[in-house]
């Protein structure tokens, strides 16, 4: 029954529409820090079954981010390794791509870190639209690594992998502006609301520490134009047949369309300011394409009769 009651609410608030928060990179937010550790691909003997290891709650400078007056820096993470260089033989073979079990370390580090400096809004946020922006100052991270943006949705009754379903992380750009939307469906009443950044990779040698490089991103002042920078328009909405979407002055990369559930029924990969959605084979009922550029995501709802 409860599984009834909550996809009604989802195809009830969809039906009504949202409202609409809107957030930026504030330096005097609450920032957090989680850590998941994954098992090296190129490690021929993994710890953990070549998967998933571990996942916690890490303090945000242990992330090797920092908070600075204006701007947020993010870079590869070093503690691993750095913690394991003094620690025992397990820790340094662990940590680091040691070839004699951890007596000395090796010169690189040995697990996949994914290093998230996010932000909870709290509950007021569920059922509501929302939308992330800011300006990327300078992005120089290494070849290594990731550097991401995002808004998620995480279950907190789920499974690790479960939890992360309809998350969208977006790789940053070199400079300039950011924004992704997400609807107020996705961010559904019980599920916790995230926003913020993820840098993806190695961990790595404190020794690199200089040419590994950083991000640093600010917030953006929020108003009309910021808001309208990423925007994109269905029609018609409804159909019985297909959608056209098209952009309002970019290259729409990827469309993504899922059903209510969350299932992707349909990717496209225009490469063009228009596209069209066949959805003459797609069941009645609400549809959210989540529409990519270069400039940013946005999550659109689409209605098939």
Not at 67 to 84: E, K, V
Not at 121 to 136: C, E, I, S, Y
């Amino acid at each position: 029954m409860m599984k009834k009651i909550t996809l009604f609410f989802i195809l009830l608030t969809a039906s009504y529409g949202f409202s609409q928060n809107t957030v930026t990179v504030d330096v005097n937010a609450t920032w957090n820090g989680f850590m998941n550790v994954f098992d090296n691909p190129a490690d021929g003997t993994p710890n953990c079954g070549g998967g998933y290891c571990f996942g916690s709650g890490w303090a945000v400078a242990d992330l090797k981010t920092v908070i600075g007056g204006s701007d947020i820096t993010l870079q590869p993470n070093y503690n691993g390794y750095a913690n394991a260089v003094g620690g025992t033989d397990g820790d340094r073979d662990y940590w680091t791509n040691s070839s004699d079990g951890g007596v000395t370390a090796g010169p690189l580090g040995n697990k996949i870190m994914e290093a998230s400096t996010f932000v909870e809004p709290g509950a007021g946020f569920n059922g509501q639209d929302l939308t992330f922006t800011g300006n990327v100052v300078s992005n120089t991270i290494g070849g290594n690594w990731t550097a991401e943006y995002f808004i998620k949705a995480l279950d907190p009754n789920a499974s690790f992998a479960d939890a992360l379903n309809g998350a969208y992380v977006i790789t940053l750009p070199a400079s300039g502006t950011f924004s992704v939307t997400v609807t107020g469906a996705e961010l559904a009443p019980g599920l916790i609301v995230q926003y913020g950044f993820r840098i993806y990779g190695i961990n790595a040698n404190p020794a690199n520490e200089g040419a590994n490089g950083s991000v640093v991103v600010e917030g953006v002042t929020l108003g009309t134009e910021d808001l309208t920078k990423v925007s994109f328009k269905s029609y018609p909405n409804p159909t019985s047949d297909s959608w056209t979407v098209k952009s309002k002055d970019v290259n729409i990369t990827s469309i993504n369309v899922f059903d209510v559930l969350g299932k992707n029924v349909l990717t496209l990969s225009p490469n063009s300011d228009e596209a069209t959605i066949d959805a003459s084979y797609l069941k009645s009922g609400i549809y959210f394409a989540r529409v990519s550029s270069i400039s940013g995501t946005q999550s659109i709802k689409l209605i098939k009769n």
